[in-house]
């Protein structure tokens, strides 16, 4: 499958590097408007949140990645012509694949959230025990977690192609955006904006710990996809009152790194 390659083993100093800007950068955004204004920079929870940013991006996520791609080159592309439609892609101007791109990934994004909610809630409650937000929970994932990530979104990937700079930026963009919606900033976009980009705020409802709110806005970028199927959540200048999994649960979930790790496996799913 040549070409059939995600820049995703990220190493040590890449991550550190990456890590030291993003959080200068949002140190400062988050001072502007913040959602929750008695929450300090580094929570009480950063430090474990950090740890998954690091045990994923230097273990699990290279490790699955590798995992998959060995399944795809040796069990799918003998089966399935391989980024069927990339060719196709490439001739497109460069602004059109990065739009497109954004929003194939962000539609996987969104199956792959409803699926984590609905049969593996023990696993992806993991980032829902969070209960305060900021950029870096966006990286607060259980490994099993990434797991499911990586082989929807390469087997996106197989599929429908992009090998270019097209999708690259749309992987980059998706990423940022990604810290973007889950900083502690106090921002909802106006119509008919909101009903096609994701905000901050809008962000924040996923991870209320309201009724009303469950089960709602899992894109990480279109709002306008949660829209198309129904799960599409924004009270009008309103914000959530708490964050969480809930206070019963919330009262035997660990706070150590070792103990979040060790959670979706004695936990009864949602």
């Not at 001072?31 to 740890?51: H, Y």
């Not at 994923?56 to 490790?63: F, M, R």
């Not at 012509?81 to 196709?88: G, K, R, S």
């Not at 700079?165 to 900083?183: C, D, W």
Request: with cysteine.
């Amino acid at each position: 499958m040549d070409g059939f390659h995600i820049d995703i083993l990220t190493g040590g100093k890449e991550l550190f590097i990456e890590l030291l800007i993003v959080g200068a950068l949002f140190f400062l955004i988050e001072k502007l408007r913040p959602a929750e204004k008695q929450i300090k920079f580094i929570k009480d929870d950063s430090r474990q949140e950090l740890g998954f940013a690091v045990l994923n991006a230097l273990i699990a996520t290279p490790i699955f990645a590798l995992l998959i791609f060995g399944v795809f080159e040796f069990l799918v592309e003998p089966l399935v012509p391989y980024q069927m439609f990339d060719e196709q892609i490439q001739t497109l101007p460069i602004l059109l694949q990065v739009i497109m791109g954004a929003f194939i990934l962000d539609f996987s994004t969104y199956w792959r959230h409803r699926f984590t909610h609905k049969y593996v809630w023990n696993v992806h409650s993991v980032h829902h025990a969070a209960e305060h937000l900021n950029w870096l929970t966006s990286m607060r994932l259980h490994p099993a977690d990434v797991l499911i990530a990586v082989i929807f979104d390469l087997t996106v990937l197989y599929f429908i192609g992009f090998t270019g700079a097209g999708m690259t930026f749309a992987i980059v963009i998706l990423k940022a955006y990604n810290y973007f919606t889950h900083a502690n900033l106090n921002l909802q976009f106006d119509k008919p904006m909101r009903y096609i980009f994701a905000s901050p705020n809008f962000h924040r409802w996923h991870h209320a710990d309201e009724v009303s709110a469950y089960d709602k806005n899992f894109c990480s970028m279109f709002s306008l996809i949660d829209l198309m199927f129904g799960t599409y959540h924004h009270p009008e200048n309103q914000l959530p009152k708490a964050y969480g999994i809930g206070k019963e649960a919330q009262k035997g979930y660990p706070k150590s790194f070792l103990g979040q790790l060790a959670y979706p496996f004695r936990k009864s799913k949602k």
